[in-house]
């Protein structure tokens, strides 16, 4: 039980940092936005390697951000019917969506993203466009990082709602009126 409650933190942890450092992301995003549109309506000029690093940050952000984001409890989902169950329905619709919905859905994309990412960086692939980002193979590792540590979030979340519903752990929403 420790043992369970320990990665549980470790993960959590460890997508706590990975937002953190997303946030930087979002911050460069925006600056590179910034002089992207300055460049194009001032100067009337535009550069492939600033467009491509736009939808590189953006992909980052997106990707790295997603266990960040669960953590938080920021995924959508059918709120109609979730937030009118109590804890204890929360967790079973938690814990059910996790088994049969999240875990396998970024297995599956991380099981199939290897072979792509793993090809892109032999190759160390780039663009193909004139001055576009070298690193092209950079961003393709995202997708099966990001989903990478999207499952570790889905297997926190399934077991923090397993906890709840074994009276180990109380709802986050009893722990915040405590």
């Not at 492939?48 to 997603?66: D, K, N, P, R, S």
Request: negative net charge; aromatic residues 12%; hydrophobic residues 50%.
């Amino acid at each position: 039980m420790n043992a369970l409650k320990t990665l549980c933190r470790w993960i959590d942890t460890v997508n706590e940092w990975i937002g953190e450092g997303v946030a930087w992301v979002t911050l460069g995003l925006v600056a590179v936005v910034f002089v992207d549109v300055v460049m194009r309506y001032l100067f009337n000029t535009s550069y492939v390697f600033t467009q491509e690093l736009e939808w590189h940050l953006f992909g980052v952000i997106f990707l790295m951000g997603a266990g960040y984001t669960l953590l938080h409890d920021g995924h959508v989902r059918v709120d109609i019917i979730y937030q009118r169950l109590g804890p204890m329905g929360q967790a079973w619709t938690n814990l059910v969506g996790v088994i049969f919905f999240a875990l396998p859905g970024c297995i599956m994309v991380v099981i199939t993203s290897w072979k792509f990412t793993h090809n892109s960086w032999l190759v160390m692939e780039c663009s193909p466009d004139p001055g576009g980002i070298p690193l092209r193979f950079l961003i393709k590792g995202t997708i099966t990082l990001g989903f990478l540590f999207l499952t570790l979030q889905s297997l926190s979340m399934g077991i923090h709602s397993l906890f709840q519903i074994l009276g180990i752990e109380k709802p986050e929403a009893e722990e915040n009126t405590s």
